[in-house]
């Protein structure tokens, strides 16, 4: 799958369609993934339609891992629960509200870094 806002959409159907879950975890792991995956392609600073690899585990743990190119320095799309929503003037528009309610759907969101490629494991 191509970083590109069309993608969203089949990461939506991706999630709908394991049936292995319950519709109810379903619906947490498709709020959450879509808000990452947005994320990503809001802040991610590549400059080209880079590929996304996106996988499900449900083993003992519904996990869905998402991959892809970044030389961005930051780690965008990473929730942290640590930061509080704030008003930003400037984009007159509050922030932060979108990675609290991920970390208040899922059990815990993972970050990687490699050198070029970053991972986001969303733990249900």
Do not use: Q, W
Request: hydrophobic share 40%; with cysteine.
């Amino acid at each position: 799958m191509a970083l590109s806002a069309a993608s969203i959409l089949r990461l939506e159907d991706f999630v709908d369609n394991h049936t292995g879950l319950a519709r109810k975890e379903r619906m947490r792991l498709k709020i959450a993934a879509t808000e990452v995956f947005e994320n990503i392609l809001m802040h991610n600073r590549s400059l080209f339609n880079i590929p996304v690899l996106i996988r499900f585990y449900g083993d003992d743990t519904a996990r869905l891992s998402i991959r892809y190119f970044s030389t961005h320095i930051c780690s965008p799309g990473l929730p942290d629960c640590r930061c509080t929503p704030y008003y930003d003037p400037k984009t007159r528009r509050y922030r932060g509200l979108g990675l609290r309610m991920c970390s208040n759907l899922t059990r815990s969101i993972v970050f990687r870094k490699g050198l070029f490629k970053r991972e986001i494991i969303i733990i249900l």
